[in-house]
């Protein structure tokens, strides 16, 4: 999750600005922060127990159902009859020779079987090799699980990501980094909790720093995307300063480099509330644009 907002969203945005869905802001955005919080709070006792699980997995159920039906009330719009007013017969000739939809359908499923099958033999392979790695380098997994680990399965975001700021679709890339980690905390963690039954243990270290770092992440959006609706070049480049600072601490404080003392005085004094200034400075200038635009809206409008 810090690696789809700080490191994705950052490099996408580094691209071309992304624009932000309302519905997004208003109702997927809390709801990944929420899950955020809730994580940390059932892991303080050390284990996401079977119970937690189950919390966790419902409720993006729950979010999944919402955004289905909110989706096709959206999408809701006339379909044009063959051979009405305003089509072609060029249109109609090429209406009948597209696939039949049963075809269609059969091939998309035999795609994303496929592309599942491939997803868990990438999946074993990228478990086997970072243990050999952490194993190899005599660091925790939790170190190769925040670092290997974490770009490795964001890959696909970051795809997917690249591919719809191509092609226009800048909504997509923040939509895409939002529910996987939507996803990401109910289903890949939840579900696996709720069918061990006993629970994933949890390392102290992840409660202490990373989890709190995961939900700064989070938070760190919701001005972003509260203030213009838009994730800025600048906000990029932000966001993927940030995590490599905050991968140069893990990696620092696994080998136990003498910097290490030096770089976590410098981020916490100096770097870090210069960041937390200048979020502010923004988000005041940018709701103060708003406001602006807002009155001279009402104005142009009143008789």
Request: hydrophobic share 55%.
């Amino acid at each position: 999750n810090i690696v789809n907002v700080l490191l994705i969203l950052g490099l996408s945005a580094l691209v071309i600005p992304l624009v932000v869905k309302q519905r997004l802001v208003r109702f997927d955005l809390p709801l990944m922060v929420a899950l955020s919080v809730g994580l940390l709070l059932v892991s303080l006792d050390g284990l996401v127990s079977a119970v937690d699980g189950l919390v966790l997995f419902s409720a993006v159920v729950v979010h999944g159902v919402l955004t289905v039906v909110l989706g096709r009330r959206e999408a809701k719009s006339p379909v044009r009859p063959v051979g009405s007013a305003g089509s072609s017969p060029a249109a109609d000739v090429a209406g009948e020779d597209e696939e039949p939809p049963a075809t269609s359908a059969g091939r998309s499923v035999l795609l994303v079987v496929l592309g599942v099958a491939l997803l868990v033999g990438g999946a074993t392979l990228l478990v086997e090799g970072a243990v050999n790695i952490a194993t190899t380098l005599g660091v925790s997994s939790l170190v190769v699980g925040l670092t290997v680990v974490a770009v490795g399965t964001a890959l696909p975001e970051l795809a997917t990501a690249i591919i719809a700021v191509r092609r226009g679709e800048r909504d997509l890339a923040v939509g895409n980094v939002v529910g996987s980690n939507i996803f990401n905390i109910g289903v890949v963690l939840g579900l696996p909790a709720l069918i061990s039954l006993e629970g994933i243990p949890v390392a102290s270290a992840a409660v202490a720093f990373d989890m709190p770092v995961m939900l700064a992440a989070a938070l760190a959006l919701l001005p972003v995307a509260f203030t213009g609706f838009a994730v800025a070049r600048w906000e990029g480049a932000l966001f993927v300063a940030l995590y490599l600072a905050y991968t140069g601490y893990v990696v620092l404080a696994a080998t136990e480099h003498d910097a290490l003392e030096g770089f976590t005085a410098t981020m916490a004094w100096f770097v870090l509330p210069l960041i937390a200034v200048t979020l502010l400075a923004f988000t005041s200038y940018e709701i103060g644009l708003r406001k602006g635009r807002q009155r001279r809206v009402g104005t142009t409008n009143s008789p």
